[in-house]
């Protein structure tokens, strides 16, 4: 393809050299720069690409798409002068492979917690119902029935219209994607073309990204301003953020609700560890999803469905069979009916989402013990919180790893013991081994009690240090357990 052709709807600040150059690849790597690539000088959170321009030059790429000009001396280097580099990209990956993301009905799903659940069960619904689906998720990227393994939320723009390419490719006429607020904020998702949008809801994480909560909404709210007419925006309104995503949107406005009068209304009749009984949109449906959060999510699909024309008896029938994605709510029972819950919760909301949906099912008599870590590198403000949300809802609390990452994981403990109060110390141990911790509470745990490990969920590893080694809850749980089939 031609710079001149990828170019189109970029906002060109200065130009200098030939745009009928024939491009070979994109990448904001130097690295990975061969001859007739264009290199994205991209200014990230750990270096500026800008100071690998001239080694790029030497490595043969023939174009580079900058913020700042350097000074030059190789007159046949085409240099483009952009405001963002990133904003380039994702418009040039959308141009380079052909703009699939117009090819499919691309739903994008944000908000802090339900999106992977949302996404997934969108997926596996669109797939019963007969059509060719993709999905682009936190777990795993599926093109029909292919999984892709994925690294990031939301992936690259030159990733991610690759990956889109492969669904249209593949005859696909539906994808279901997580947008996170990273993406947002770092314009991964510049020039896609979306035909819809959820909002599940918005509670405290990521503040060690975007430094404020503000900050963090005006993310989320970002993805919704830029929806076309064609699109439709569906939004929670019992989250108080519901509407604020909906304000400047030019899509079609929708709302789901449990608690208000909504376009999509459910009232959940029954929460027991078998799934949920809900009434929605006066339809009595049992489905095998547990807790309120999940039927937020159900609604939400359920919504989406409606949406995008599908039938609603058929979309009800095909959702009451259905079950999660991995690592959300995922419970195991062992052989003396000790219930072991893995849950990816790893905010304060979601942590008490999950144990007050426990909470609601548990007879009275039965101990909560949960095992709880926070992630290192990562928001640090929420750790005292997630310690206190912990102790509050639960018998018995064992404060442990989660990904320390390169900190030190006791001071992640140390910082987690802070917010435990006074009366809650009795009932809060602290094991530094995340296996340990397991097992422990597994030893703890006597005839009907309940178990929650929260934190890494679907994830198959632990990071120590920048290395990722194996280290699975469930599998853990279930050596402990040896549970009935």
Not at 180 to 185: I, K, R, Y
Not at 294 to 316: H, P, R
Not at 441 to 465: F, M, P, R, T, W
């Amino acid at each position: 393809m031609q710079l001149q052709d990828l170019l189109y709807g970029v906002t060109i600040k200065e130009l200098v050299g030939r745009t009928d150059r024939e491009v070979n690849a994109l990448t904001f790597d130097s690295r990975k720069v061969t001859s007739d690539d264009v290199f994205f000088a991209i200014v990230g959170t750990a270096a500026d690409g800008h100071l690998f321009i001239n080694q790029t030059v030497d490595q043969g790429t023939k174009v580079i798409v900058c913020e700042n000009l350097p000074e030059i001396d190789n007159f046949d280097v085409t240099y483009v002068k952009v405001d963002n580099s990133s904003v380039a990209l994702g418009i040039m990956a959308g141009n380079f492979y052909g703009n699939p993301s117009a090819d499919l009905k691309l739903i994008g799903i944000t908000g802090t917690n339900g999106k992977t659940t949302i996404a997934t069960i969108l997926f596996k619904l669109f797939k019963d119902l007969g059509y060719k689906t993709g999905l682009l998720s936190t777990v795993e990227n599926y093109i029909n029935d292919t999984v892709v393994v994925a690294t990031h939320t939301t992936p690259n723009p030159i990733v991610l219209n690759a990956l889109l390419r492969d669904m249209v490719n593949a005859g696909c006429d539906y994808c279901f994607m997580e947008v996170s607020s990273h993406a947002v904020a770092q314009h991964r998702i510049e020039g896609l073309t979306f035909s819809g949008g959820v909002f599940s809801n918005l509670t405290h994480d990521h503040l060690d990204f975007h430094k404020t909560f503000d900050e963090y909404l005006k993310a989320k709210k970002a993805f919704f301003d830029v929806l076309p007419k064609s699109a439709f925006a569906l939004t929670n309104i019992d989250d108080k953020n519901g509407m604020v995503m909906l304000q400047n949107t030019k899509a079609y406005k929708k709302t789901y609700a449990l608690k208000q009068l909504a376009d999509f209304k459910a009232k959940i009749i029954e929460n027991q560890f078998s799934g949920l009984h809900l009434d929605i949109d006066n339809e009595d449906v049992y489905f095998k999803l547990v807790g309120s959060f999940n039927a937020y999510n159900l609604l939400a699909v359920y919504g989406t469905a409606i949406l995008l024309e599908q039938d609603k008896l058929k979309v009800l029938t095909l959702l009451s069979s259905l079950t999660g994605a991995e690592g959300r709510f995922d419970y195991i029972i062992s052989t003396d009916n000790i219930i072991g819950i893995v849950d990816y919760a790893h905010t304060p909301d979601a942590v008490q989402n999950v144990l007050s949906t426990i909470a609601n099912i548990r007879k009275g008599t039965e101990q909560v013990i949960t095992v709880i870590g926070c992630g290192g590198d990562r928001d640090k403000t929420k750790r005292p919180v997630m310690a206190q949300v912990a102790c509050d809802w639960s018998d018995k609390v064992i404060l442990t790893s989660d990904n320390p990452r390169t900190e030190d994981p006791q001071a992640i403990i140390n910082e987690m013991e802070a917010g435990v109060s006074p009366t809650n110390k009795r009932k809060t141990i602290s094991i530094l081994d995340r296996k340990e911790a397991i097992k422990t509470a597994c030893h703890l745990a006597k005839s009907g009690d309940i178990i929650l490990v929260a934190g890494k969920g679907h994830e198959k590893y632990q990071e120590i240090n920048g290395v990722r080694n194996h280290f699975d809850d469930k599998e853990i749980l279930l050596e402990q357990f040896n549970p009935r089939s």
